[in-house]
């Protein structure tokens, strides 16, 4: 089993977690994996805020990992019991035969990264040859940026050169500005300060291509699901509500992008929550789209249809709490 206490792990807990973790709980306990920046962690940070999972009766301990295949290894070796994030990598882990999981919830099937290029490169063709960052292979970094070279009909494995910079966007900004890497994808909200660096060009908004992407979402265990059906009940209720809370109540997420450094928090908020889905039932179009991405023959045989379990949701759906929540 792989211990969370492992140091290759690299593992942090954000304050709120940390806190969490200081105070005895009876309530049901779900160990909450994710990765990277953005919607995952800022809505997981929005529910916990409005005392969410409280109210619906769970405790939820967010553990954060730089990277989604170290993340993936600890929910095979049951660390943790859930990841909201790296959606591809979490789908490997069935396709690979490791472990049985299944999608729950998908809330978002666009992509709010940019792809930076540096300047000398004004077109994706201009790309070849070139050395593209992400943070490691088999991170959703990697799945996505092989995505979409394929997408701009260049060959991942012979056109370009895919090299693991490790770490967050942080990490692959100062790799652009000093010249080591060509290329990479950086979340929306740093590419305004990016480019205000003069090093670099933003050759695409992926939220803006025609690409229907599952990009998060809760993972799970299907034996999880299975044995603790009533407690993921209680998560996705949670979720949904943090969902309505997060279109509806901007306050908090305006001042969580502007505590990043976000440099528009306001347009930020608004690129975010009209990706955001209100009712966060997998589909699979996006499922099959991110399985494809990950380019391993198994995966590409993989049908989205086996990667999910909807019954909780539509549950959910039907006992009337989505349309209570908003009013319908």
């Not at 979490?90 to 540096?118: C, E, H, P, T």
């Not at 100062?174 to 090093?199: F, T, W, Y």
Request: aromatic residues 8%; hydrophobic residues 40%; glycine residues 8%.
């Amino acid at each position: 089993m792989i211990s969370l206490t492992t140091k290759t792990l690299l593992v942090t807990l954000p304050l709120w977690s940390v806190i969490a973790y200081g105070a005895e709980s009876q309530l049901p306990l779900f160990r909450l994996g994710y990765s990277g920046a953005g919607i995952a962690q800022n809505l997981t940070y929005v529910i916990d805020k409005s005392g969410l999972w409280s109210k619906h009766g769970i405790d939820v301990r967010s553990i954060y990992f730089n990277s989604g295949s170290i993340m993936a290894q600890a929910l095979v070796g049951g660390d943790i019991d859930v990841t909201d994030s790296n959606i591809p990598t979490m789908l490997n882990i069935k396709a690979s035969g490791v472990l049985d999981v299944k999608m729950v919830a998908v809330w978002m099937n666009k992509i709010l990264l940019s792809f930076i290029a540096r300047g000398p490169i004004k077109s994706p063709a201009e790309l070849k040859g070139k050395k593209i960052g992400i943070s490691r292979f088999g991170s959703s970094s990697d799945f996505i940026t092989r995505l979409l070279m394929r997408y701009w009909k260049l060959d991942p494995e012979k056109d370009v050169t895919i090299i693991q910079s490790g770490g967050n966007d942080s990490v692959r900004m100062a790799a652009l500005i000093g010249g080591h890497l060509d290329g990479a994808l950086i979340g929306s909200h740093d590419v305004p300060k990016l480019l205000e660096s003069n090093c670099c060009n933003n050759l695409a908004n992926l939220e803006e291509l025609p690409i229907d992407y599952s990009r998060f979402g809760i993972a799970m265990p299907t034996a999880v699901i299975k044995a603790r059906r009533d407690h993921v009940r209680r998560y996705l209720q949670a979720l949904i509500e943090g969902i309505y809370v997060y279109k509806t109540r901007p306050e908090l997420p305006i001042a969580l992008l502007k505590r990043e450094g976000v440099k528009d928090a306001d347009l930020g908020y608004q690129k975010i929550i009209k990706a955001l889905i209100e009712y966060p039932v997998p589909e699979e179009k996006g499922i099959q789209v991110a399985l494809d991405s990950i380019g391993t023959p198994k995966a590409k045989q993989a049908q989205a249809k086996d990667y999910i379990d909807t019954t909780i949701l539509e549950e959910i759906k039907k006992s009337g709490f989505v349309d209570r929540l908003y009013g319908r």
